[in-house]
């Protein structure tokens, strides 16, 4: 039919660009009441299971610019979640752990996402869920991403960097 556009809105593609904005939106919203940003969230995360990474580490496990990072840091430090502790071998290397306050808001995250996880998918089997994960997976892996971090990082702009340093910080907890 002459006119009619090849970029059908049912299109595979199209679907998982919709539904993972909406998804994106929606964990932001979910994580306003705890004051965090999904970025935020991320990072937590990933110092969880990687305790005493250096900076420079994280930063290219998140494929993101270090010194953009650094002010992602300072917030998070800033808020007496994450704790900088140089390291023994290089005293210019800093190491990043999570503190106990840091832990606790982890917590606090995680009933968050599995919040998040069950209204996604509220309407599917835990079979269908399973099955969406798989594929969901496959296409992951075949497109080389990582697993469990958000290619967001690295575009993550200057602008947004700026921002951590404009943000109020909150005492740090004693």
Do not use: W
């Amino acid at each position: 039919m002459p006119g009619k556009s090849d970029l059908s809105p049912l299109t595979v593609a199209f679907l998982l660009s919709q539904v993972g904005s909406r998804s994106a939106q929606m964990f932001a919203e979910l994580l306003t009441p705890l004051q965090f940003v999904p970025a935020e969230a991320g990072i937590l995360r990933l110092l969880d299971r990687t305790p005493g990474i250096s900076q420079q580490d994280l930063a290219g496990r998140l494929n993101m610019h270090a010194s953009r990072l650094v002010a992602i840091i300072d917030a998070l430090e800033g808020r007496g979640l994450v704790a900088r502790q140089t390291n023994d071998r290089d005293r210019r290397i800093y190491c990043l752990r999570l503190t106990a306050a840091g832990r606790e808001s982890l917590a606090a995250i995680g009933r968050v996402a599995r919040a998040h996880e069950e209204e996604v998918c509220e309407g599917l089997s835990e079979a269908e869920r399973a099955q969406l994960a798989g594929l969901l997976r496959k296409i992951v892996a075949r497109h080389g991403l990582p697993p469990g971090i958000h290619p967001g990082y690295k575009t993550l702009g200057a602008k947004q960097a700026d921002a951590y340093e404009q943000r109020p910080r909150r005492q740090k907890r004693r």
